[in-house]
């Protein structure tokens, strides 16, 4: 199993980026895929995640609005989109899985995936 975050960058506040997850080793018909952030100092929060299984989509409240999470089947990838960013949204990036479904209650939970990406870094400043 390996994911592979990318597509972060140094943009102005106000700005976009989209980053991409791309999966392999496993199938994702069952799969729970999330993206979590990082800031220098801080612990490990969750920002978004995809459940294929149910089709549902879940946001930390801090990106709702601002953030879409999608996926492209075709190419076994998951999708950050992130509009609006601030300068709090400066972070390292990193998507996660697991190849079933986590409950709901669960899914904001860092502990409860079992795969980990790289991580990419997102430098939101003037």
């Known amino acids: 199993v390996q994911l592979q975050a990318s597509g972060g960058g140094l943009v102005q506040p106000g700005g976009s980026l989209i980053l991409s997850c791309a999966t392999s080793?496993?199938?994702?018909?069952?799969?729970?895929i999330g993206w979590f952030r990082q800031a220098p100092g801080k612990e490990r929060e969750f920002v978004a995640v995809?459940?294929?299984?149910?089709?549902?989509?879940v946001y930390s409240d801090s990106v709702k609005g601002r953030f879409t999470i999608s996926r492209d089947n075709a190419k076994k990838q998951v999708y950050l989109q992130m509009t609006s960013l601030k300068p709090e949204d400066t972070a390292v990036y990193y998507c996660?899985?697991?190849?079933?479904?986590?409950?709901?209650?669960?899914?904001?939970?860092?502990?409860?995936?079992?795969?980990w990406g790289q991580g990419t870094q997102v430098t939101v400043s003037s």
């Open positions: 996660a899985a697991r190849q079933n479904r986590i409950i709901l209650s669960s899914r904001r939970t860092a502990s409860q995936y079992d795969y």
């Open positions: 080793g496993f199938s994702l018909d069952s799969a729970t």
């Open positions: 995809y459940t294929w299984s149910d089709n549902s989509k």
